[in-house]
């Protein structure tokens, strides 16, 4: 996560969660096809947030058959009770919450133990004075642009002055690690955070949807985004 798409300047990463799940294999390869750079797979467990979503077992099927980076959205208390079984699942990127059940400082050195890249997403009631010890630690923040839960959620304008907080941070404290927003991006909202500074964008039914193709959902992000 520390270096910029030479394509696109930005990286995008669409939530399966908002994916028809009866042809689920057919969306990620599509997606894939249409030039996403990331498979978002948000894992929840009905106690962090309401929903329970999926487990390793759908990880591991998404594995087979696309050769794109998983990127595991941990929504979980205790996530150190379950980040093994993603990584054997084939996990790139685990997103664990700042406000999840743990002792997170440890729980990071232990992921990086196995080569994977960390992240930490923040939702949008908590404060970017929580993560400010362990940004040396961490290869991305996720700025959470709804409450975390369900996806088709309008987007948080109010969180973009908190995004702009955060590159200034990372530029002061002299990091390059990469800034993630997830929740509400389409092509109204995605040029005004990737102007925030964000660089990774996670979408859900801005991709995934009855009303348009995986292919101009991911087109219309992109094209959303005018970069001189």
Same mark, same amino acid.
């Given at each position: 996560?520390? #270096?910029?798409? *030479?394509?696109?300047?930005?990286?995008? %990463?669409? %939530?399966?969660?908002?994916?028809? $799940?009866?042809?689920?294999?057919?969306?990620?390869?599509?997606?894939?096809?249409? +030039?996403?750079?990331?498979?978002?797979?948000?894992?929840?467990?009905?106690? $962090?947030?309401?929903?329970?979503?999926? =487990?390793?077992?759908?990880?591991?099927a998404?594995?087979?058959?696309?050769?794109?980076?998983?990127?595991?959205?941990?929504?979980?208390n205790?996530?150190?009770?379950?980040?093994?079984?993603?990584?054997?699942?084939?996990?790139?990127?685990?997103?664990?919450?700042?406000?999840?059940? #743990?002792?997170?400082?440890?729980?990071?050195?232990?992921?990086?133990?196995?080569?994977?890249?960390?992240?930490?997403?923040? /939702?949008?009631?908590?404060? *970017?004075q929580?993560?400010?010890?362990?940004? =040396?630690?961490?290869?991305?923040?996720?700025?959470?642009?709804?409450?975390?839960?369900?996806? =088709?959620?309008?987007?948080?304008?109010?969180?973009?002055?908190?995004?702009? /907080?955060?590159?200034?941070?990372l530029?002061?404290?002299?990091?390059?690690?990469?800034?993630?927003?997830?929740?509400?991006?389409?092509?109204?909202?995605?040029? *005004?955070?990737?102007?925030?500074?964000?660089?990774?964008?996670?979408? +859900? %039914?801005?991709?995934?949807?009855?009303?348009f %193709?995986?292919?101009?959902?991911?087109?219309?992000?992109?094209?959303?985004?005018?970069?001189?």
């Amino acid at each position: 996560m520390k #270096c910029d798409n *030479l394509l696109h300047k930005f990286k995008l %990463s669409p %939530s399966i969660l908002a994916a028809d $799940f009866t042809r689920i294999g057919e969306m990620v390869q599509t997606a894939e096809n249409a +030039g996403v750079d990331y498979i978002h797979i948000d894992v929840m467990d009905g106690h $962090f947030v309401k929903p329970i979503t999926m =487990g390793e077992r759908m990880v591991s099927a998404i594995r087979n058959i696309t050769k794109l980076p998983l990127d595991i959205h941990m929504m979980v208390n205790h996530p150190e009770n379950h980040y093994k079984s993603f990584i054997d699942a084939g996990a790139d990127l685990l997103t664990i919450h700042i406000e999840s059940l #743990c002792d997170i400082k440890n729980l990071i050195s232990e992921i990086k133990q196995y080569s994977v890249q960390v992240s930490v997403a923040v /939702k949008p009631q908590t404060s *970017l004075q929580t993560i400010e010890n362990i940004l =040396g630690q961490l290869d991305g923040v996720l700025v959470m642009t709804v409450e975390p839960g369900y996806s =088709g959620q309008p987007f948080l304008h109010q969180m973009l002055p908190k995004i702009k /907080k955060l590159h200034q941070m990372l530029e002061d404290l002299g990091l390059s690690i990469e800034i993630g927003v997830d929740g509400g991006i389409d092509p109204d909202t995605a040029p *005004l955070v990737y102007a925030s500074g964000a660089r990774m964008l996670v979408a +859900g %039914s801005a991709i995934y949807s009855p009303d348009f %193709s995986i292919e101009d959902g991911v087109s219309s992000i992109r094209s959303s985004v005018a970069i001189e």
